[in-house]
């Protein structure tokens, strides 16, 4: 697997490009409880070190970067802007694709694409097949989120990328989980592909997660589902 995964995100050395997916900016804001977690800091902080990490040239947003559906609640907009200048002030491009949380992206003043495609990985939310047409060439490999996968070992929620090698159209899939920590992700160990909300999975048995664990500064891989469900 040609991709580093790190703190929920994912670095693409061959196209130099950092992807997050589902930051849902005003997570907290439509939370009827006092959260702990300042949403602001911790996306911008956390996007900052990625950033430090990789230098990538670019940053692609892969799709639901709002949470709310029919407004834009306070302080969603100033929370947005820091993130693009946290991506400008590192010498990076921006490049939002759009998920189904994101119809309300103009008024924040962000422009959008279906999906994006930079050298052969395509770029995508994941809520939707993504068109044919955007996979011309034949694509090598898609990035999506939408399903905010976790696996839960031994009691504990974590949560995952799950890497399945050729497994929509002949090409490898990356899903992200959400990069917003106030997301709950999707215990994934006993899905099967009809459980997932993404028609890009097409076979839950072969998708393999991979933790990134802080303390150990490593990423752990562990075996595909079809087997790990056997093992869990």
Known sequence: ??????????????????????????????????????????????????????????????????????????????????????????????????????????????????????GDTVVHHGHERPAAGESSPAAGRYVVGHDHPAIEIEGTRRPCLLYGPGAFRGADVLMLPAFNRLAPGTVVNGMRTRDFMSPVVTDADALRPVVWDDEAEESLSFPPLGELRRLL
């Open 1 to 118: 697997m040609d991709a580093q995964f790190r703190d929920r995100a994912v670095y693409l050395p061959g196209d130099d490009a950092l992807v997050v997916a589902d930051l849902h900016v005003g997570r907290d804001a439509a939370s009827a409880v006092e959260l702990p977690l300042g949403e602001r800091a911790d996306l911008t902080d956390r996007l900052a070190d990625l950033l430090a990490r990789f230098s990538p040239a670019e940053v692609v947003f892969a799709g639901d970067l709002l949470h709310a559906f029919g407004r834009v609640p306070e302080g969603v907009e100033a929370t947005v802007e820091r993130l693009r200048s946290t991506v400008a002030d590192a010498g990076a491009e921006l490049v939002a694709v759009r998920g189904n949380h994101d119809g309300m992206l103009d008024a924040v003043g962000v422009s959008a694409r279906d999906s994006y495609r930079v």
